[in-house]
């Protein structure tokens, strides 16, 4: 049994009393020491990145874990994308149909429709890009930030402190998220606290172990 | 009374088209505009602070406004 309650020394008839603080998962120190990761445009997932800093981050608060979307759930805007860019070189083949028309587009026309539909290419995959860019879960070593930016006007950003987070569960469903390594990450909260999702992050069992790792207050090395 | 047949000719056409052409691209700019101001305010919630990262992504969102406001104004000029 350990004990609460000690009597640490006597000074003539003063009793001195000791008492040990209580042992809870402390949140783990500032991590210097650790081996630091740079976080590309492309990152997915980043143990201790050291150029990360988010909106309302405390000084003693340090980034664990950096996670998005796997960059494979990219791949239908990327695969639109290209289609849109290389729809106009059709208008060879329609050449002959546009030339039989009655009435005819001068050159002006022309390039200010060029330059306005690749604009319009580029503004769909710029806001597609930034929006899984900003798209992210942090967890930091006093809290897990879920920030969600699903399109160009709506943002959603939700925290909670790791001491509250009571379970920790990861699941990947169907051939792509196995073989391409990701899936989803449920973190269950006490009470009537919302629960928190990361959807498609890379390594998901990864990331929940480090996550419960944090929540037992171990060390995590992985 | 105003003949309206003169917009069936070919310089009423063109005529249609540039408005048209200018409502459209007017419209965008004020869509690239919400783009912008709302990338813009996404730097106040995350900052990937190397080279390939936040930085990156606004001088790029910069540049799309820019490159949208020189499309409307080309439109201007040369239609």
């Known amino acids: ?222 | 009374m105003f003949d309206f047949t003169n917009f069936f000719t070919s310089d009423g056409f063109e005529l249609g088209l540039k408005i048209f052409a200018l409502f459209l691209i007017g419209f965008y700019m004020i869509f690239a505009l919400i783009v912008f101001n709302h990338i813009r305010s996404l730097r106040r919630i995350l900052v990937v602070s190397t080279a390939a990262g936040s930085p990156l992504i606004q001088t790029m969102n910069f540049f799309y406004l820019l490159a949208t406001i020189f499309l409307f104004v080309l439109a201007l000029v040369i239609l």
């Open chain 1, 1 to 222: 049994m350990p004990d609460i309650f000690s009597l640490d020394s006597q000074k003539g008839d003063e009793v001195v009393i000791k008492k040990d603080p209580i042992k809870t998962p402390d949140p783990l120190p500032k991590s210097a020491h650790r081996p630091h990761e740079k976080v590309s445009l492309l990152s997915t997932f980043t143990r201790f990145p050291d150029d990360i800093r988010f909106q309302n981050q405390e000084t003693n608060e340090d980034v664990h874990l950096f996670l998005r979307r796997h960059i494979i759930t990219n791949v239908p805007w990327v695969l639109t994308t290209v289609a849109l860019f290389l729809l106009p070189l059709l208008g060879i083949f329609l050449m002959p149909f546009i030339e039989s028309l009655p009435f005819t587009f001068s050159s002006q026309y022309f390039l200010i429709f060029i330059l306005f539909y690749y604009l319009i290419v580029f503004g769909y995959a710029f806001v597609n890009f930034t929006t899984w860019f900003h798209h992210v879960g942090i967890v930091t070593n006093l809290r897990v930030i879920d920030i969600d930016v699903t399109h160009i006007s709506s943002k959603n950003v939700a925290a909670t402190n790791v001491a509250d987070i009571v379970d920790v569960e990861y699941s990947q469903s169907g051939f792509l998220s196995n073989f391409f390594d990701y899936g989803n990450v449920n973190l269950q909260t006490e009470g009537l606290k919302p629960n928190f999702e990361f959807n498609h992050i890379s390594k998901p069992a990864k990331a929940a172990d480090i996550i419960s790792d944090l929540i037992a207050g171990r060390p995590s090395d992985v």
